[in-house]
């Protein structure tokens, strides 16, 4: 079974510019999350898809971050504009469904904002 | 005060010995109890899940919940170097699975 798929692995920009994450959750996986973890923390959620809905996006910076899951299947994550504060991993999960105990993450996409 | 706290160690042990990491929470309507293991540069993944208070043992790992004390432990048994990582301790409040997770405990075994 293939795993979470995530792109680019890493990815340096300046402070202002944007940037674009993506991923691809192992099929038939209905629950679809975005974490940021900032290195010697623990990971931060940021969005929960179930399908193409979204379940909770309360810590999600609204005037600067956005994501979507069009199809239910994969997503994008954007920063636009990024600042240097938001230089983290940012690691995308996915679960059969929203109560499943178990999430599967991806290998992430190393962000770093100059 | 964090949700979930975790001493960010290192926890030295060596091999062959018995780790012991633990994690407390304040929100006493925490409802499931998560350890995941994270090597360095790697994506965290998952090592058991507990629920109810008492013990929960999977092959050398032994997770430990008290709810009156808001304390769960994760106990690893003949410890390996292999074993050494940062361990996520995580809480979930509802039955939505969002995860809550600690700064981790970084455990180094010693050969």
């Known amino acids: 079974e293939a795993g979470v798929a995530q792109s680019p692995r890493y990815k340096i920009i300046e402070k202002r510019q944007s940037v674009a994450f993506w991923c691809n959750p192992i099929?038939?996986?209905?629950?679809l999350y975005w974490y940021q973890q900032i290195l010697g923390q623990g990971p931060k959620l940021l969005i929960q898809f179930q399908n193409n809905g979204v379940v909770d996006d309360s810590q999600l910076p609204k005037d600067r971050f956005s994501a979507e899951r069009l199809k239910g299947v994969d997503s994008t994550l954007k920063i636009q504009p990024a600042k240097l504060e938001d230089s983290a991993v940012y690691l995308c999960?996915?679960?059969?469904?929203?109560?499943?105990?178990?999430?599967?993450f991806g290998p992430g996409t190393r962000l770093l904002v100059l | 005060q964090k949700e979930v706290e975790q001493n960010s160690g290192p926890l030295s042990v060596p091999e062959g010995a018995i780790a012991s990491l633990n994690c407390t929470y304040s929100?006493?309507?925490?409802?499931?109890f998560f350890w995941y293991r994270q090597y360095s540069g790697k994506s965290p993944e998952l090592i058991m899940f507990?629920?109810?208070?008492g013990d929960k043992e999977d092959g050398r790992f032994t997770a430990q919940l008290n709810k009156a004390s808001q304390y769960v432990s994760l106990l690893i048994r003949d410890s390996q170097p292999s074993d050494s990582a940062t361990y996520l301790c995580a809480v979930t409040r509802d039955s939505s699975y969002k995860l809550i997770f600690g700064s981790g405990t970084r455990l180094l075994v010693r050969p």
């Open positions: 999960a996915s679960s059969l469904t929203s109560g499943s105990e178990t999430q599967y």
């Open positions: 507990i629920y109810s208070n």
């Open positions: 929100d006493r309507g925490s409802q499931s």
């Open positions: 099929s038939g996986h209905a629950t």
